[in-house]
């Protein structure tokens, strides 16, 4: 019996889940481009080809594809771990505008994700209106059932459905390869859009009109983000071979053979995707691009969930209740809240814009700010190993991209009445809370460090003159390394005792995805009967406290940390805010204030037993 070929396998793998939002554009890309041209002539629909498919080449197959790929974070990519290559070795106000540009990216992906489910879904199921235009009342409701089904799907998990994305991914493709061919057969002379003078002369005839219909065509680069977030999950080799072998010949085909369509029947215009397909194939394309559709939302909401997760390891939000739904696969979480959220602005948007195409223009706005904020991200990135004419090449090439990303941002920006304004006013909502958590944190630890003891000095003090020990080992999680914690000093002001022996837990971050096993853990000795670890994960995973502290115990024999004989001592601030301030000074403490109050309990996100935990309160005032 042969073996699957593994190559083939992560190929197939990478089709369903980086290629699904990108490979459903088709659905509605050109129908939203060429819905306001009436009967579109020759000279416009392959002058918007051309366009579209030059896009297609520089925008997806050059900049994500080629270069930004090779901006990889130890294997992973997405904004954030873009923001922290760039962050890396840099201080002061540069290094806060390059976060707020990666915070900016991350917080515009979550207006992605709303409206990629919502967009996609309703997109396909619309097929049944061409089916017959009696159906077309029931559109909005089937699409809100199919929602609700994959969003209720999520606490479950993908692992076992998962496996099916990739072959249906695949099929997916072959049938839009297979009828753009059959369109193009009919009508050879679309190819001609190949060549960009069509597009160099459709511009110059109608530089205004081209530049508002970048706003649609932008559309069909939707997902162009997900080729480099899902680099972790294949391998960049992967991702590339897939692109060129499978889905840029089926989009091209796709949509050239939409524009064939167009042109021998221009009254096409009302739907130019379905109506590629002849008459006994229509049910069975809806059928498909429904799950086709399914998948590609699926992708998001999975890739909301791991952007939530990054966010939280590298101190942008307030920690999070996360749930593994896999025993084998690590990236497969589940986030209660984030879940329910997308699910209630999915329904929203459903249901006020009601068809994908008063959706399209939110939809732009959301996609080209996110491909902004990479382009300037990856000038700080991709030239710094460079020299000479090598690095001159990266800035000349980075600036090209720069340019068009502008050029698509600016035209989506015009459309901000018409629903632009939804990603715009969900990322700033998104970004004050990401900078107010951060600054909060910042300033609760600077409070904190500014109060507290060295902790070599104090421990040895009380070694000098200890107070009454008891049995066991006390672990004092510290959020400052070198310092007391004020656990500690709760503890001895009121239950006047010390532990035989007490080990100073610090729980860091790093601004790398994966921190090896091997290098996770610093120990050092504070005193006879104290000692100091400061443990790191990195940014995709999650800190278990139970599992550190028993290689702890492994590599310190002599520290005795039998779980029947070890308690944890938490401190846990409630932040108050001085009344006295005026709400344009106070608004943003009180944010954060909420924020604290609702973020998931440090023993839940640490994995910390709750019966061998003391936690201590204490009040902060900011």
């Not at 969003?151 to 997916?172: E, I, N």
Request: proline share 5%; hydrophobic share 50%.
């Amino acid at each position: 019996m042969q073996k699957d070929n593994p190559r083939a396998t992560l190929l197939i793998g990478a089709l369903g889940v980086v290629y699904g939002d990108i490979g459903t554009s088709p659905l509605y890309t050109m129908k939203v481009a060429l819905s306001g041209t009436g009967r579109p002539d020759v000279e416009h629909i392959l002058g918007m080809l051309s366009i579209l498919f030059w896009m297609l080449i520089l925008v997806v197959s050059l900049k994500y594809v080629t270069c930004i790929l090779r901006a990889d974070n130890r294997g992973e990519g997405g904004t954030l771990a873009l923001m922290e290559l760039a962050l890396r070795g840099r201080s002061g106000q540069g290094r806060w505008r390059l976060a707020v540009l990666g915070l900016i990216g991350a917080s515009l992906f979550y207006g992605d994700s709303m409206i990629t489910p919502a967009i996609s879904v309703l997109s396909a199921v619309e097929g049944i209106g061409i089916v017959s235009h009696r159906l077309d009342a029931w559109v909005v409701p089937i699409a809100v059932v199919v929602l609700l089904a994959l969003f209720m799907f999520q606490s479950r998990g993908t692992g076992a459905v998962g496996k099916l994305f990739g072959p249906v991914m695949l099929c997916w493709f072959l049938v839009l390869g297979g009828l753009g061919a059959w369109r193009i057969a009919g009508q050879t002379e679309v190819l001609q859009a190949v060549n960009p003078v069509w597009a160099l002369r459709f511009i110059g005839d109608a530089p205004w009109e081209t530049f508002l219909a970048l706003g649609a065509l932008v559309l069909a680069l939707t997902g162009a983000e997900a080729l480099y977030a899902d680099m972790g999950h294949f391998g960049g080799a992967v991702i590339r071979r897939a692109w060129f072998a499978v889905v840029l010949p089926a989009l091209f085909l796709c949509y050239f053979g939409q524009g064939a369509l167009l042109l021998s029947d221009p009254g096409a215009i009302r739907n130019p995707f379905f109506l590629l397909a002849p008459d006994w194939g229509l049910i069975p394309l809806v059928a498909l691009a429904t799950l086709a559709t399914v998948i590609a939302s699926q992708s998001v909401i999975s890739g909301a969930f791991s952007m939530t997760r990054q966010a939280v390891q590298l101190g942008y939000w307030p920690r999070m209740v996360i749930q593994h739904t896999s025993a084998r696969e690590e990236g497969q979480i589940y986030l209660p809240r984030v879940n329910w959220l997308l699910l209630l602005a999915v329904l929203v948007l459903t249901l006020s814009f009601g068809s994908s195409d008063r959706l399209a223009h939110a939809y732009g706005f959301a996609v080209t700010g996110t491909m902004l904020m990479t382009s300037l991200l990856a000038f700080a990135v991709l030239p710094r190993n460079a020299h000479g004419a090598r690095r001159l090449a990266w800035l000349a090439l980075i600036a090209l991209f720069l340019a068009i990303d502008v050029l698509l941002f600016s035209s989506n920006t015009l459309k901000l009445h018409e629903g632009g304004w939804l990603p715009l006013l969900v990322g700033i909502g998104l970004l004050t809370l990401m900078v107010t958590w951060k600054q909060g944190r910042q300033r609760v630890h600077d409070t904190l460090a500014g109060d507290q003891q060295p902790l070599a000095s104090f421990m040895e003090s009380l070694e000098a003159y200890p107070p009454t020990r008891v049995p066991g080992t006390a672990v004092f999680m510290s959020m400052i390394v070198g310092t007391v914690p004020p656990a500690l000093l709760h503890n001895l002001k009121h239950n006047k005792v010390l532990h035989e022996q007490a080990l100073f837990l610090t729980v860091e971050s790093a601004d790398v995805p994966y921190v090896p096993f091997s290098e996770r853990l610093r120990i050092e000795r504070v005193s006879r009967s104290s000692w100091q670890a400061v443990a790191r994960w990195g940014f995709k995973q999650e800190p278990n406290v139970p599992q550190v502290v028993e290689q702890i115990g492994l590599e310190i024999p002599e520290l005795n940390l039998d779980p029947m004989q070890t308690s944890y001592f938490l401190s846990r601030q409630t932040v108050i805010v001085v009344r006295r301030l005026p709400w344009y000074r106070s608004w943003r403490r009180h944010l954060f204030a909420f924020m604290a109050r609702n973020a998931s309990r440090s023993t839940r996100f640490y994995k910390i037993p709750p019966n061998r935990v003391v936690e201590m309160g204490m009040q902060m005032e900011l």
